[in-house]
């Protein structure tokens, strides 16, 4: 199979948005290539002594609206169209919400668990150092992303204090808390997509109990799961790479206990717990694919793991009423099309995911004006924002006819129109 190009996708959407507002085709042509591809070869050494090259990126897409912003990936996946892709959409995203940043994304192209804990630290720092000069505060602001964390945040913090001499902690984001981390940053993406969902469900009129699929259980999937968990929504299929598990009696999993089993053994296909008990016998039955959890009979259907993998091959099967994203990217160009046709609603990932980038900024805030805000400030603000958001947007979907998408690529183009030159 052709592996779907994320960069491809991503200005199909953008040319789709400017077709309805007629955006000038000079301003078209700009926001289509990315400002400057960093990238990078970088050599570390291994426990046993021997040195490895592994490729990084740093693509920094615009900066109409401020300084880069936007995560760093360590995946095997990690390549330029990948990141590509990746910084386009935090130059829509950034805009969706009105932050003051424009779009920015990077990564190693390695799989972190192949390595060590010393060795992470070692090519961390190195990339750190390659990317010290084209970076900072008020240049460009990494954070986490896929398998990264703030323990990684931290390192990159430390590394380019200590190659540039600016000890601002506000280069990096997703920093752990004794280091000028937020309150709420880790689990902010997770809450975001709660606030929109309830905004979106209200507009729908769709009432709970409804069920729920979610694919991909890190921190987007799992703290996205358990805040609806919380809130009385039916959890009834989570995954992660190896797979996972869909009860089809339509009772919800409990998922704290899924989360703790599954940290415990390894494997979702162990943790198939309902009320108080995680039951073995029933694991078999209930063990699933990626693939399959896509195509199941649920209201909402969560994509929380990678881009492309609702495609024109799987989009007619797609059985859910609601597809959320919570991934960047999830849903291909040709899948929107088909979904549309069939009234799936997608909530696009530029809206969906949005309340990591947005308590990233309150994060960042907070280092430049030496503030530590409380939970609830944080919480309170990142609802305001993002409510703010999906309520732009779903006026732009009800008076021009588009879909989310569309809307939200809509209010992005025009703000970032207004800054254009
Ligand atoms: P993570 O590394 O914490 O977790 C990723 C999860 O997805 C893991 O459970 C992994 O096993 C699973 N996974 C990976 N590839 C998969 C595949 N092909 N099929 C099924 N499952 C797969 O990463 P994360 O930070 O939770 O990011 C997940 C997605 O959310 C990414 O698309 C990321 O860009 C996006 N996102 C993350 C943040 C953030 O703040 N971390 C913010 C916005 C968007």
Excluded at 31 to 48: A, M, T
Excluded at 74 to 91: C, H, I, P, T
Excluded at 331 to 348: C, H
Aim: with cysteine; charged share 25%; hydrophobic share 40%.
């Amino acid at each position: 199979m052709i592996k779907n190009n994320p960069f491809d996708s991503a200005l199909s959407q953008l040319k789709i948005a400017a077709s309805k507002i007629d955006l000038d085709p000079n301003f078209l042509k700009i926001l289509s290539e990315p400002e400057r591809i960093i990238e990078l070869k970088i050599p570390f050494k291994k426990d046993d002594g021997k040195f490895e090259l592994v490729s990084g990126y740093r693509v920094q897409h615009n900066n109409l609206l401020g300084p880069y912003k936007g995560g760093l990936r360590y995946s095997k996946g990690v390549d330029d169209n990948e990141v590509k892709a990746l910084a386009f959409w935090m130059m829509i995203k950034n805009a969706v919400v009105d932050l003051p940043f424009g779009g920015g994304k990077g990564g190693l192209q390695i799989d972190p668990k192949t390595l060590s804990q010393n060795e992470l630290e070692r090519l961390t720092r190195e990339f750190a150092k390659k990317l010290s000069f084209n970076i900072g505060p008020k240049i460009d602001v990494p954070a986490p992303d896929m398998n990264t964390n703030p323990q990684i945040m931290d390192w990159f913090e430390n590394e380019y204090a200590k190659v540039t001499g600016d000890k601002s902690k506000a280069v990096v984001t997703g920093k752990s808390l004794q280091n000028g981390g937020s309150e709420g940053r880790t689990e902010a993406t997770g809450l975001g997509g709660f606030f929109v969902l309830e905004e979106f469900l209200k507009k729908m009129n769709m009432q709970k109990p409804l069920t729920v699929a979610v694919q991909g259980f890190g921190n987007v999937g799992s703290n996205f799961a358990l805040q609806l968990w919380k809130n009385g929504y039916k959890i009834v299929a989570v995954s992660d790479l190896a797979g996972g598990i869909y009860n089809s009696s339509g009772e919800g999993f409990n998922v704290p206990l899924v989360k703790e089993c599954k940290e415990q053994k390894g494997l979702f296909a162990n943790c198939y717990c309902i009320g108080t008990v995680c039951d073995l016998a029933d694991k078999k039955k209930g063990n699933i694919t990626n693939e399959q959890l896509l195509e199941l009979p649920v209201d909402i259907l969560i994509p929380a793991a990678t881009e492309s993998v609702i495609t024109k091959d799987n989009a007619d099967k797609i059985q859910a009423k609601v597809v959320f994203e919570m991934a960047n990217g999830p849903t291909t160009p040709e899948a929107d099309e088909i979904l549309n046709k069939k009234a799936v609603i997608v909530v696009p990932d530029v809206l969906a995911n949005s309340g990591g980038v947005t308590v990233s900024y309150f994060e960042w805030l907070q280092n430049m004006n030496n503030q530590h805000w409380d939970l609830e400030k944080v919480n309170s603000s990142l609802k305001e924002k993002i409510t703010k958001a999906f309520l732009d947007i779903w006026d732009i979907h009800v008076s021009q006819k588009v879909d989310l998408r569309t809307a939200a690529f809509i209010l992005a183009l025009k703000r970032l129109q207004q800054k254009n030159f």
